[in-house]
């Protein structure tokens, strides 16, 4: 039979019948906002938001900002890889942001310097054990621990306690940040090694953002682990019943999610050359809010790692667009909040109009 | 002599106090289409549950193939070759058709442990014979199950026992839900597979269905089988007599 019978059954396939990737949607938003903002710039204070308007610099683009606007939101973005999978799977990880602070506290103290200076490290905390200018991998390998460590402790609760995830990662926020409070008594961690502070020098956020980013996207369309995800969402009960061990799948997504959050605060930490207990406060949030602008449903089983990437970016132009248009700082939070319940509502209301034509 | 596919000896199943099923002796033959009838509560989805393992019996046999089997879960059934199409759909909405076909036993490129990639053209390519074999009409196998009908969905749910080789496949009132176009549809999967020679139980409250599909009728009542029918010996009334038990079968006097 001819190629045009893509349908079976004898039905003719129907191209209008081809559902549109959801992500499309998201990426046409983010272009009217870029939109909006161009022609504000241009009304208000007129300069260009997008375009390059210094004639002593070469380019199309206003390369600088384009910068800008993605390393602030690499950071967060990295944590919104993993909680974008856990949303899939129709979760949810309050804790990502405390797990941030806690394992930029634990990595940091031990990737301090001996000497700086030529007087001992004021701040170490390991000096007597010795544990200082030791080879980066082992604040890498200790920080990712911790995530690991938090993500099996949320995902062992939920999958076999059964208590909501709201709950169980509720409780590992409050913890965590206890924790990174105790680790130095509330003192900031400083004066990590070269190597170490390689991590996130530059533009290297931006780098392991899309790095892990792709990665994540090709596992969760093409791996067994991805449909996975997918399938627990949409109905819990047809996974386990297909043979899905779904207890041992919610361990594995929590566990990645901790490790990426993890991975995040050895960046932040790094880049701010400098660990503080206070670290990464909202970043919960602001990854769901990425995570959810991106079109990924909170009721689990629809989302995507590229729609997480662009409603990251959404944040980001939001941001950098409030700093262009020299509007106070406050007028963002409040606009984030705005975005984030508006990405909400509409996610309800496409829900809503597919019950109803469905 | 037709080969004996399922076979239930004195299958009992007590909850607490109360018998939801009582020594039910139940064959099913090679290529044998039964359907189960029976009142509310007369014990036809409790007998199901236990074929299915997804309930424990209180006592009794069940030989399938040939050998004395022991399910602990309906994974195990399913192992063994029986699949189930339960009234409420196992299926994932958000995943597409060939997805949800082979939704815990997917095909696999390339063995990553959890991280395995998919095999998509091999799940495609099979989706696509399965619903040629069951005659299932869909029009856009990558689209995801939650735009379809319930007659569509439906069918994948069908499609899905006939992917792999099943032995035995189990429907629990297919078409309950469904519209009238569905159910022929529906109905017509069920044709296919009687061509196909493949052994089916239904359990209907449908008498037009189950005269139309079935060889032979399978009586419930109050926990027991009442009735043992061959639908060329019987008629809808007498099938009525047997389900509100104004009749009793001679070889099961003992039960009413």
């Known amino acids: 039979m001819a190629q045009a019978t893509h349908g079976v059954g004898g039905l003719k396939y129907d ?24 022609i504000l710039g241009r009304l208000v204070i007129g300069d260009s938001f997008l375009f390059n308007t210094r004639e002593n610099v070469a380019g199309l683009f206003n390369q600088q900002r384009l910068e800008v606007i993605i390393l602030q939101v690499s950071i967060v973005g990295i944590i919104a890889i993993g909680v974008t999978q856990v949303i ?5 990880d309050l804790s990502s942001g405390s797990v941030v602070g806690a394992t930029a506290m634990i990595a940091m103290s031990f990737a301090q310097v001996a000497i700086v200076n030529g007087n001992p490290n004021p701040k170490a905390i390991f000096p007597e054990l010795g544990w200082l200018d030791l080879p980066v991998i082992v604040p890498i390998l200790v920080g ?35 924790l990174s409070r105790w680790w130095s008594t509330g003192n900031p961690i400083s004066f990590p ?28 369309s093409y791996t067994k682990y991805g449909r996975h995800c997918y399938a627990i969402g949409s109905n819990e009960e047809a996974a386990r019943v297909s043979g899905i061990k779904v207890e041992h799948h919610k361990v594995l997504v929590y566990v990645i999610a901790g490790v990426l959050a993890s991975v995040a605060a050895l ?4 880049k701010n050359l400098t660990a503080q207990a206070g670290m990464g406060v909202m970043y919960e949030l602001d990854a769901i809010a990425m995570t959810v602008i991106g079109g990924a449903s909170l009721a689990g089983g629809r989302g995507s790692i590229i729609g997480t990437v662009i409603g990251a970016l959404i944040f980001g132009v939001i941001i950098s667009g409030f700093t262009f248009l020299k509007l106070d700082a406050y007028y963002q939070e409040m606009v984030k909040g705005v975005i984030i319940v508006g990405a909400v509502v509409l996610d309800q209301w496409r829900q809503r109009r597919q019950a109803i034509g469905g | 002599m037709e080969e004996v596919i399922l076979r239930t000896e004195g299958l009992t199943k007590h909850y607490g106090g109360v018998h939801a099923l009582e020594n039910a002796n139940f064959e099913l033959r090679m290529g044998e289409h039964v359907a189960i009838m029976g009142d509310n509560g007369a014990g036809k989805s409790t007998f199901v549950r236990q074929i299915t393992g997804v309930e ?13 089997v022991q399910f602990k879960g309906p994974l195990d059934a399913r192992q063994a070759g029986i699949e189930t199409v339960f009234q409420n759909l196992a299926l994932a909405d958000d995943l597409d058709v060939p997805s949800n076909l ?99 139980i239904i359990v209907s409250h449908n008498m037009r269905q189950v005269f139309d599909l079935a060889d032979r009728i399978v009586v419930f009542r109050r926990g027991r089988i009442v009735a043992n029918l061959n639908k060329s010996e019987t008629n809808g009334q007498d099938v009525v007599a047997y389900i509100t038990g104004a009749k009793t079968g001679a070889e099961y006097a003992d039960a009413a």
């Open chain 1, 88 to 92: 899939i799977t129709g979760g949810i």
């Open chain 2, 56 to 68: 424990q019996r209180t006592s009794g046999k069940i030989i399938f193939g040939g050998q004395e």
């Open chain 1, 267 to 270: 960046v932040l930490s790094s």
């Open chain 1, 15 to 38: 191209a209008s019948k081809r559902a549109r990737p959801p992500e499309l949607s998201v990426f046409v938003a983010l272009l009217l906002i870029v939109a909006t903002f161009e």
């Open chain 2, 102 to 200: 082979f939704l815990g036993r997917e095909k696999i490129w390339l063995n990553l442990g959890p991280f395995s990639i998919l095999d998509f053209k091999g799940m495609r390519a099979a989706t696509e014979k399965a619903l040629l074999r069951t005659a299932v009409k869909i029009p856009n196998l990558s689209n995801s199950i939650r735009k379809m009908s319930g007659g569509q969905r439906q069918c994948v749910a069908i499609a899905r026992t006939a992917t792999f080789a099943s032995k035995l496949i189990i429907m629990d009132e297919p078409t309950a839900a469904l519209g009238v176009q569905e159910t022929t549809q529906v109905e017509n999967i069920i044709r296919t597979l009687k061509v196909n020679g493949e052994p089916l």
């Open chain 1, 144 to 178: 990712m621990g911790c995530g690991l460590i938090a993500g099996l402790i949320n995902g062992s609760l939920i999958a076999y306690t059964r208590i909501p995830p709201f709950i169980a990662t509720l409780g590992m926020m409050v913890a965590a940040r206890g």
């Open chain 1, 193 to 220: 090694t070269e190597s170490y502070a390689a991590i996130g020098k530059g533009l290297m956020p931006v780098m392991i953002f899309i790095t892990l980013a792709i990665l994540f996207q090709l596992i969760m």
